[in-house]
Nanobody
Framework: QLQPVESGGGLVQAGGSQRLSCVAS????????MGWSRQISGKQRELVAT???????NYADSVKGRFTISRDIAKNTVYLQMNSLKPEDTAVYYC?????????WGQGTQVTVSS
């Protein structure tokens, strides 16, 4: 059974950096687009970044130039490198994985940016 599992969240100071990882555990699945979304307290979940199997990326305007998404196909892993973090980046970050049978979400990892 395929299951995305995020890691790398925590507390960081404004201006700092953090890297999130998401491993889609489970064998026998070819993963398609992978991505990250976030949910700020009291708001709807919003898309942060996506990356296709071919390596094409897409970013929310709010993170362009600061965040970088990448993936390791062999490891079924997607990363989100976050630089120049701002307090407004504080949120629960969720990994999303698309595959032949549909789409799955991870359980989320909290990122807190202190001012």
């Amino acid at each position: 059974q395929l299951q995305p599992v995020e890691s790398g969240g925590g507390l960081v100071q404004a201006g700092g950096s953090q890297r999130l990882s998401c491993v889609a555990s489970g064998s026998g699945f070819m993963l398609k687009t992978m991505g990250w979304s976030r949910q700020i307290s009291g708001k709807q979940r919003e898309l942060v970044a996506t990356i296709t199997r071919e390596g094409n990326t897409n970013y929310a305007d709010s993170v362009k130039g600061r965040f970088t998404i990448s993936r390791d196909i062999a490891k079924n892993t997607v990363y989100l490198q976050m630089n120049s973090l701002k307090p407004e980046d504080t949120a629960v970050y969720y990994c999303n994985v698309q595959y032949a049978m549909g789409s799955l979400w991870g359980q989320g990892t909290q990122v807190t940016v202190s001012s």
